[in-house]
């Protein structure tokens, strides 16, 4: 037994002697990895490796401050560099969210504005002739300040220090963390429903904008034949499809930049020309109450349901992270989350004025098919210049092309991905034009046979709820395990909860209000 310790001891001693030499610290790690890996255009490296820890001498040499604990020894820095690089996915390099990392916090705040504000805006001041003025500002402000919260939550989960791993796609964190039937279970239909759905609603809108962009510009005494409905949506589709040709995410920093200032813009001009025009006759601020108290309660709830709706996005804050580079002393965390604070805080002079402003303005009169943008033409057509309805018209045409890039990135990374993994080669320019044609005239297609989607706001917003409100927390739980009973710990159990107990019924409320108020239902029939 002493001969056994005292070997040991002198294995120690050995090691210890042999790892302060100079030739020891010298010494270059060879690493074997596949070559696509060691591409600048690596995602995971983007010329340069993803948290990486260095011998402490060595940085001392470099004019580095940094110091380690006598815990991580010279011999663990390769272990876990090793570790780190058997994780990198060189697929990852040929998919279109994480084909690109040359982002940075101007890039981040372009693609969040897009993503974060648009055309579910609108529709805001709707949800207040059911809460009233008060609860509509107090709603409204919860759900910001709630949002805001899981969006740090999803930031600061991006990088994993602990692992080393980058969960670039938000379906991909559920499946590494819940489990892969279970993630995809529980975020495959709500992220992939965001985003297709999305684009369909974006058809839609932008299809019957364009045709009333036409009317305005042509004129009442104008002889030209106007195109129908569905011709207007292809038109819309045509411009959607070509320029979603684009190869990558970070490739459309200029179209969501485009797409972000359209969306300011026209949010502006709608609040402002309700303000200016001054309130309608006879119009009303006493909340809808139905007689029946369910009615009542599922009335609210859709309510509810409209104010979650204008705060989606979530599900696209993992991608746009993702296009940024990454080391260990510099994540993408601070980059990101400036941007983020920069994007919302213009989205918040965005909706809250607009919400406002829209039911100061109309009261119960605000249309609840297309809210603000059907109140504009349906109120001010003739007492409004014509060029400011034409340029809000243009403006949100514009909108709906450049958020329909955004958002239908995830399901072109999905389609590519699939071949990806299937071939184990990148897609070639053809197939991958080929399935963002096919994807955008099937959203066409959807938009023609349900025309009526428009009116699921309500519905909608339930949907978005846990992907919004509630997996966050329930992500942070699991993979940063707060202490139990600690602040956090509490904390993100409660707002998990109640996420998903508000996302059920919300869902039951938008169901219920469809069936009620009877939506017109005409398939193929734009």
Known sequence: MGEVVEESNNIITLLRVEMESPAAEEQELVVSAPPMQLQDNSPYLSGKPLL?????????????????????????????????????????????????????????????????????????PVSFTILGWTWGVICLTIAFVWQMYTLWLLVKLHDSPETGVRYSRYLHICQATFGNKLGKLMALFPIMYLSGGTCVALIIVGGSTLKLFFQIICGHGCNAKPLTTLEWYLVFTCAAVLLSQLPNLNSIAGVSLIGAATAIAYCTIMWLVAVTEGRLEGVSYDP???????????????????????????????????????????????????????????????????????YWAYGQKIPENGGMLTAIYLYHGRDTSQFVLALTSLLVI??????????????????????????????PWWLRALFRTMFGYGCFFVAVAMPFLGSFAGLTGGVAVPVTFAYPCFLWLKIKKPKKYSMMWVLNWVLGASGMVLSVVLIAAGVYVVIDTGIKVSFFKP
């Open 52 to 124: 990486l820890v260095e011998h402490p001498d060595v940085t001392t040499r470099r004019g580095g401050t940094h110091s380690l604990t006598p815990f991580f020894t010279p011999l663990g820095s390769p272990i876990r560099r090793a570790i780190q690089m058997t994780k990198f996915d060189p697929q990852d390099a040929w998919l279109p969210i994480t084909e690109s990392r040359n982002g940075n916090a101007f890039y981040a705040a372009f693609h969040t504005l897009c993503s974060g504000i648009g055309i579910q805006a609108l529709v805001l």
């Open 288 to 358: 809808v109450r139905p007689v029946e108290n369910v009615a009542l309660i599922f009335g609210v709830l859709n309510a509810l349901g409209i104010i979650a709706f204008a705060f989606r996005g979530h599900n696209l804050i993992l991608e746009i992270q993702a296009t940024m580079p990454s080391s260990e002393k510099r994540t993408t965390y601070v980059p990101m989350w400036r941007g983020v604070k920069v994007a919302y805080l213009i989205i918040a002079l965005c909706l809250f004025p607009l919400a406002i402003g829209g």
């Open 398 to 427: 514009i909108n709906s092309v450049s958020s329909f890039q955004i958002y239908g990135m995830p399901m072109f990374d999905d389609m590519e991905s699939k071949y990806t993994k299937r071939k184990n080669k990148p897609c």
